[in-house]
C-alpha cells in the first residue's frame, strides 16, 4: 500500500520558476526521503531529512517536514529544464522503504 | 564511483516464460533491495537481502523468487510470467550499519512480456 502520497500528482512550470511539490504519509517515520526519476531511469536520492529535523538544504533543494501534519515539501528554486522528471517521496526503512505515487514535474525552457 | 549494476537493461518475454534479472550491488554493500515499477505507477518493494539472507518481504508474488550469492551479488526470478509483469525492475544496495545511510539505485531492468 502507498505511504506517501505526493501532491500535485503533474507540475508544469516555466524555467527559473520554483516548483514546490508535497508529500503526506500516514505512519510514525524516523525519516523521510526525496527520490527523482528521469523518464525510464533509475531513481536518484536526492535528499534525507529525520524525524527530528524541519527544514533540510541541498543546492537548489529546500526540503521541509512536518511530523504533526505527517507531511513533507520539496521546493526546487530557480529550475531548469533538466529539473524535468517525476520526484518521489519514500518513507520506511530501507528494508521496506514505500514510495508515494510521484509528481510529474516539466519545466519549459 | 561504482554504481549498482542491472542486466539485462532490456528483456522480452512470452507469457509463461521465465526470466531472471542480476544485480551488482556497490562493493562493500551487504544489503540489496528489489523494486518493481509498473507503468506510470510508483515503485513497490518486492523482496531485500542482508549478508545473503532474505531480510524482508514486500508484495512479490508466489511466482517470483530471489537470491543473494556469495559475492553479494543478487538474482530475481520470474517464473509463469504475466502480461501484468511488464515493469521496470530496479536493484538498490546500501549498508545496514551504521543506520540512515543512503541507499543506491541501479538504472533497473525493463522486462516486456509479451
Known amino acids: 500500500s502507498q505511504q506517501g502520497e505526493e501532491d500535485p500528482q503533474a507540475l508544469s512550470i516555466q524555467e527559473g520558476e520554483n516548483a514546490t511539490m508535497n508529500c503526506s504519509y500516514k505512519?510514525?517515520?524516523?525519516?523521510l526521503q526525496w527520490y527523482r526519476q528521469n523518464s525510464g531511469r533509475g531513481l536518484v536520492h536526492l535528499i534525507l531529512i529525520r524525524s527530528n529535523e524541519r527544514e533540510k538544504h541541498s543546492g537548489r533543494l529546500r526540503v521541509t517536514l512536518d511530523t504533526s501534519k505527517k507531511s513533507s515539501s520539496l521546493l526546487i528554486t530557480a529550475s531548469r529544464a533538466a529539473d524535468t522528471a517525476s520526484y518521489f517521496c519514500?518513507?520506511?526503512?530501507?528494508?521496506?522503504?514505500?514510495f508515494g505515487a510521484g509528481t510529474r514535474l516539466t519545466v519549459k525552457p | 564511483a561504482a554504481g549498482v549494476i542491472q542486466s539485462p537493461r532490456h528483456l522480452i518475454k512470452e507469457k509463461r516464460e521465465t526470466a531472471t534479472l542480476k544485480c551488482y550491488p556497490i562493493p562493500r554493500h551487504d544489503t540489496v533491495y528489489w523494486y518493481q515499477q509498473g507503468p506510470g505507477q510508483d515503485p513497490q518493494f518486492l523482496i531485500s537481502?542482508?549478508?545473503?539472507?532474505?531480510?524482508d518481504k514486500g508484495s512479490i508474488p508466489d511466482r517470483f523468487s530471489a537470491q543473494q550469492f556469495s559475492d553479494y551479488h543478487s538474482e530475481l526470478n520470474m517464473s509463469s510470467l504475466e502480461l501484468g509483469d511488464s515493469a521496470l525492475y530496479f536493484c538498490?544496495?546500501?549498508?545496514?550499519?551504521?543506520?540512515?545511510?543512503?541507499?543506491?539505485f541501479g538504472e533497473g531492468s525493463w522486462l516486456t512480456v509479451v
Open positions: 505512519t510514525s517515520i524516523n525519516n
Open positions: 519514500a518513507t520506511g526503512s530501507f528494508n521496506d522503504m514505500r
Open positions: 538498490a544496495s546500501s549498508l545496514r550499519r551504521p543506520s540512515g545511510n543512503t541507499i543506491y
Open positions: 537481502f542482508y549478508e545473503k539472507m532474505q531480510s
